[in-house]
């Protein structure tokens, strides 16, 4: 079993990489250099450009996948063949296997540090979709904003809501992210104005990561979804609360998302979230029978967290614990509705969950919820208090599943806070 499988290399306990779980990301040995793709074990990087060069993990003759800048070539090469290449990696890796482990020529041309080297955004993200999936983070907005009594829209229950985002502005983490500016309307005033954003908001969310496409006209089906999914990210769709409250009526959000959502490097396939296999909540209605499926496992137990260290502070303080097992609609569901109409998704599309939020105050996904729309102050560990994100501040995401004594992470996925840009208009 690969439960019992163990790397040559030494992986920490509490490492979110051990050999079993081999997410993959796109790597350089500094900020310029060649990008060429890689998976993480441990604190380590794994070139698979370097291996492929030495004639392992062959796909196809005379075509390299991982000297690539980007997955999107490796991911496009078909469902087998990540299983396959997943497969010859774990067994080259273990601590059984000499082939790797005791060629120390090799391994000195395919293993880094992964503190030593950068990391980049690992897929070209064709197009991105934001989902509003949460149920719980759905009915504390509808709460805020509208009659307590009907928090939640009718449509919501009975469809997984979303909007089509900018794919341009998906960024990598440790990306930092200028304050946004734009057209605020506040309460007493009868006109808009000119404003950077006052209520800056992370969200915290995972993202999936289209592994094939469909034909235009043509729907995925809530059954084949899986096959159409190559694994997971962590993903912070940031959020300008006060230029989306004046703007998204009546078409949606428009500039309060578009200037940046972070993604974490390193993608974790479906394969290795296999023992974290879950039940969603139930659904009352019933769905109609388009977005029907099996509950049984069709979600994921994953661990999540969000921390804010303030620009001053010598540690960061995590602010909220959640799960993405409390996602209403699951990933196939909102796969197979993205595309009921006939959209065709491409290789490298970017799914996002929506805000998690689970049942109680220290596991809602925003602030907004978290301070309640600013009328309850958040207290950091030195003292300062927040009800929307501060300049200087980073908000850092986590993730990770365990059970058994396996660990299965994410990494992390964090952005900090730089100061709006000073305009001059006349």
Not at 308 to 326: L, R
């Amino acid at each position: 079993m690969t439960r019992q499988l163990k790397s040559f290399i030494e992986v920490a306990q509490d490492s979110d990489f051990p050999i079993q779980n081999l997410p993959y990301g796109v790597f350089s040995e500094t900020a310029e250099g060649t990008r060429r793709i890689g998976v993480a074990l441990g604190e380590w990087v794994v070139d698979l450009a370097a291996l492929e060069a030495h004639g392992y993990l062959a796909l196809q003759s005379g075509e390299q996948y991982f000297n690539q800048p980007t997955l999107n070539k490796f991911i496009d090469s078909g469902k087998s063949s990540w299983s396959k290449v997943r497969a010859e990696l774990q067994k080259l890796l273990s601590a059984d296997n000499a082939e790797l482990r005791d060629n120390s020529a090799l391994r000195e041309q395919v293993f880094f540090k992964q503190a030593n080297v950068t990391l980049h955004l690992p897929v070209h993200v064709p197009g991105y979709t934001d989902f509003y999936s949460s149920k719980e983070h759905a009915t504390n907005v509808g709460c805020m904003f509208r009659d307590p009594k009907n928090a939640l829209l009718a449509n919501w229950s009975e469809l997984p809501v979303g909007y089509n985002g900018r794919a341009s502005s998906v960024i990598v983490s440790g990306t930092d992210i200028v304050r946004p500016s734009g057209q605020i309307k506040l309460p007493n005033e009868e006109r808009p104005q000119f404003s950077a954003c006052r209520k800056l908001d992370f969200e915290l969310e995972t993202g999936f990561i289209i592994g094939k496409q469909n034909q235009l006209g043509q729907p995925i089906t809530v059954e084949n979804a899986w096959d159409h999914i190559f694994g997971m990210v962590l993903f912070n769709d940031w959020s300008a609360r006060d230029l989306q409250q004046w703007e998204y009526v009546p078409l949606g959000p428009f500039n309060s998302k578009t200037f940046a959502s972070s993604i974490s490097p390193w993608i974790v396939t479906l394969e290795a979230l296999e023992p974290f296999k879950t039940s969603s909540p139930v659904q009352e209605p019933q769905p109609l029978a388009y977005l029907r499926e099996d509950h049984s496992a069709n979600s994921y137990d994953i661990q999540l967290s969000v921390e804010i260290q303030a620009e001053q502070a010598a540690q960061a303080d995590v602010i909220c614990e959640t799960n993405f097992k409390y996602m209403y609609w699951s990933m196939a569901q909102q796969l197979a509705h993205h595309t009921i109409a006939g959209c065709n998704v491409q290789v490298g599309d970017l799914m996002g969950s929506g805000t998690i939020s689970g049942p109680t105050p220290d596991s809602y996904g925003s602030l907004l919820e978290i301070t309640w729309n600013a009328t309850k102050p958040l207290t950091l560990s030195n003292g300062e208090q927040r009800t929307f994100i501060q300049d200087g501040d980073t908000v850092i995401m986590k993730g990770h599943c365990e059970k058994d004594g396996l660990r299965i992470g994410f990494g992390e996925v964090s952005g900090k806070i730089l100061p709006a840009l000073q305009f001059d208009f006349q």
